[in-house]
């Protein structure tokens, strides 16, 4: 049974950088597609970046330019730099398996990890 531990979240100011690390057990890491998710206070889980099996990545609109995915297939990990950020990226970050089409409705009683908590100071 695939487990998920987020790490690296934290406070910081408008323009500044977090780096945020997804530890993946109990699933064949490298044969499948990863992405991050994000909820904020009163709103639905939503994709920010995902990155699939050859590496290629997928990010919404916006982040865009800010945001770097990756993935390091020998430790099971897979991270989200996050840089010039804005205080509307303020949420609650979750790492999972990568949904193109993600609807928070079809997937909320999916396993989820306890998430890391952003906060972006303006």
């Known amino acids: 049974q695939v487990q998920l531990v987020e790490s690296g979240g934290g406070l910081v100011q408008a323009g500044g950088s977090l780096k945020l690390s997804c530890i993946v057990t109990?699933?064949?890491?490298?044969?499948?597609?990863w992405a991050w998710y994000r909820q904020a206070p009163g709103k639905q889980r939503a994709l920010v970046a995902g990155?699939?099996?050859?590496?290629?990545?997928h990010y919404v609109d916006s982040v865009k330019g800010r945001f770097t995915v990756s993935r390091d297939n020998r430790k099971n990990t897979f991270h989200l730099q996050m840089s010039s950020l804005k205080p509307e990226d303020s949420a609650t970050y979750y790492c999972?398996?990568?949904?193109?089409?993600?609807?928070?409705?079809?997937?909320?009683?999916?396993?989820w990890g306890q998430g890391t908590q952003v906060s972006v100071s303006s």
């Open positions: 109990g699933s064949n890491f490298g044969a499948n597609a």
């Open positions: 999972n398996f990568y949904s193109d089409e993600f609807d928070w409705a079809v997937h909320q009683n999916d396993y």
């Open positions: 990155i699939t099996e050859s590496g290629s990545t």
